[in-house]
């Protein structure tokens, strides 16, 4: 018997109520004490394209995904032409018998190159998805054939709901409860989170709800025995968690740390945390009864608006964000260039996706390095900062906002897709663990006071770079912005001795924060202190390296993992010091080149070993990456690898 350890996938059109069904399972889940960690998969169109939602459950917290399904829930034909391949021997389908003879050639959305290799496997004959289920019992599937439209007859018996267009929307609750069923997990429990996600909607629950009742007893009474996966409610104790995604986390994260402005314009995967912030633009205020904060977040007409609406907000003296991906980011160069040079402390959070141009706009790519480190004509100083995990991602948020108002420069926050789209189980977040630092501001209650006869001096040299800021408009405090270069009272000049200092001056700020910033902010390191090999990664590649370590320690591999968090300034003696521990470097990252591994080269003149890459658009999991460094130790490895799991 298999208890607590399960990988589940649905899949269906877009449109058909995939996420909901993976969300309805994931919280059902996460109330019987149990932790996850999802993966939204999804084409870039609004209905009708292929659409999925792979769910990881465990008794531990996890963070990463690994290849094999166990257990696949359809209600359409093309969830199993997809994914039938994936289930493990011993795992089991959940399918509708009514579309056993529907030949895969004719499902009109399906890849042709999936037709084509399914057609040849299966030559001489025309492959159905009953030619699909066999293959699955030949492996050892176990198969469960869920007769929807019965179901749903019954089910609008019990409810009086007639019209099939309202019934129809039941079906992927009805794999969720067939899913269940076979798992012999506790329905009071599915029933719990259907209320809590339709909670608005008191209608739609009853009736999910009766949909959930029917399923789950039809399965009870007609699945064969013999399935040895089951889920268990585990005690869970006091302690309080949270069910969110990357979006939610970093949203989380800013509200905490105090924004009050944020831009942005609609963009996949970044705008669902401008939507979401926007639902708590009005927020209780902490520790104070009746206490009300408030925010304002914007949909511009661009991303060039945006951000320049951004750094308004800045000059104006609020916390300020924005919020983008690839190809916004991308129009973003000019206004980030022009808050470098007029020491402007904003963040653009960038959630980054497969490019070039518009790329693969719902797929996942960590490609946007070095444009973050260098996009832009001229030289100025930002802070480049990568979060690695959802914790990370809540927590960054402050310290990208202190970032920028304690060295007055942008602060690009790199998150990817496969963080923004995954849901996950997570421990309360502690926001007094989040000390807000605003530099030198004068306009939080700091007396300003300029002295008689002088004038304030906006850019003032000082022997550490950072001049006084106020808020535009403060009485007293005339100064000037411009995209030229400028003197200490933010006039034009082309004076070279002025511009040497001034260019001095910002750029020498890189070389402060990289002084002033906690290592501990700077990079991770897990493992051996003398290894045989060191991977070195960043971003969400997190996750799925740590539990692959854990496998081969528990072999017997001596095996480091560096974990780079602060890009720009790059820390590059300590992350030689610790490299130069190692036997061989492998660097691991999801972008054709190997950004970050050039990077490493650049500032510490130390070369990678080997390139472990991935760029066809979905996340990096356990499994291959446990392979892949296995591999490189075991001297099986060519000095570039490829990887290319995903459905």
């Known amino acids: 018997m298999i208890e607590n350890k399960l990988q589940w996938c649905i899949g269906g059109a877009q449109g058909s109520g995939v996420d909901t069904s993976a969300n309805i399972f994931s919280r059902a889940c996460a109330e019987g004490g149990l932790w996850i960690m999802g993966k939204r998969e999804y084409f870039s169109n609004i209905k009708g394209e292929h659409s999925y939602f792979v769910v990881r459950v465990d008794t531990k917290q996890i963070s990463a995904l690994n290849d094999p399904i166990d257990i696949l829930a359809t209600f359409d034909e093309e969830t199993v032409a997809r994914h039938f391949d994936e289930i493990v021997s011993g795992g089991a389908l959940i399918y509708d018998p009514s579309l056993e003879n529907r ?127 089951r889920l268990k409610k585990v005690p869970r104790g006091s302690e309080k968690r949270l069910l969110l995604n990357g979006n939610q986390a970093v949203a ?20 669902d945390e401008s939507t979401y912030l926007e639902r708590y633009e009005r927020f209780p205020a902490h520790g104070a009864d009746g206490a009300v904060g408030n925010m304002v977040v914007v949909q511009t007409e661009d991303e060039i608006a945006a951000i320049t609406m951004a750094i308004g907000g800045a ?57 973050s480190m260098y996009g832009g004509h001229g030289d100025f100083p930002r802070i480049v900062l990568c979060s690695g995990d959802l914790e990370e991602c809540f927590y960054d948020a402050n310290n990208a906002f202190n970032y920028a108002e304690r060295y007055q420069l942008p602060v690009i926050h790199l998150i990817d897709k496969a963080m923004a789209n995954s849901t996950a189980v997570m421990n309360y977040f502690d926001p007094s663990r989040m000390k807000i630092d605003r ?101 969400s590649t997190k996750g799925a390296i740590l539990e692959a370590m854990e496998r081969l320690r528990k072999e017997g591999r001596k095996i480091g993992f560096l974990q780079m968090r602060l890009i720009l300034p790059f820390p590059a003696d300590a992350v030689t010091h610790v490299l130069k521990q190692a036997g061989k470097i492998a660097v691991m990252e999801m972008n ?18 080997y390139r472990i890459v991935k760029f066809n658009g979905r996340p990096i999991t356990v499994d291959e990456t446990y392979e892949s460094i296995r591999n490189i130790l075991d001297g099986k490895s060519e000095k570039r690898v490829v990887l290319t799991h995903g459905a």
């Open 439 to 539: 530099g030198l501001f004068l306009g939080d209650g700091t007396p300003f006071v300029i002295e008689e006869g002088k004038e304030y001096e906006r850019f003032k040299f000082t022997e550490n770079g950072i001049s006084p800021r106020v808020p535009a408009g403060t009485k007293g405090a005339v100064f000037w912005n411009t995209g030229d270069e400028h003197t200490e009272l933010g006039h034009v000049t082309e004076d070279p001795v002025i511009r040497d200092r001034m260019m001095d001056k910002r750029m020498g700020k890189l070389a402060l924060a990289l002084k002033e910033i906690p290592q501990s902010e700077q990079f991770n390191y897990f493992g051996d202190r003398k290894p045989d090999l060191v991977v070195v990664s960043w971003g």
């Open 315 to 371: 000059l104006a003296g609020v916390r300020t964000a924005t919020c983008t991906s690839g190809p916004g980011f991308s129009l973003m160069a000019e206004g980030i260039g022009w808050a470098g040079i007029n020491e402007v402390p904003v963040v653009i959070t960038n959630y980054q996706r497969a490019g070039p141009s518009t790329g693969m706009p719902t797929r996942h790519e960590q490609g946007d390095l070095k444009f």
């Open 103 to 229: 030949k895969i050639a004719e499902i009109p959305t399906l890849d042709r190159r999936v037709k084509d290799e399914i057609a040849a496997r299966f030559s001489p004959e025309t492959p159905t998805v009953r030619t699909l289920v066999k293959e699955c019992e030949r492996k050892g599937v176990h198969i469960y054939p869920v007769p929807y439209s019965s179901l749903l007859n019954i089910i609008g018996s019990r409810s009086n709901e007639k019209r099939m267009s309202v019934l129809g929307r039941m079906v992927n609750v009805l794999a969720v409860a067939a899913s269940f069923a076979i798992l012999d997990y506790d329905i009071e429990d599915l029933k719990s989170s259907i209320e809590r996600i339709f909670g608005g909607k008191k209608g739609v629950a009853a009736i999910n709800k009766i949909a959930a009742e029917v399923a789950y007893e039809h399965m009870k009474a007609n699945a064969h025995d013999g399935f040895s996966y």
């Open 252 to 271: 989380l994260g800013k509200l905490a740390a105090g924004l009050r402005f944020q831009t942005y314009y609609p963009i996949t995967p970044a705008a």
């Open 592 to 609: 054709y080149v190997g950004q970050l591994a050039d990077v490493m080269t650049e500032y510490t003149g130390l070369k990678a070993d």
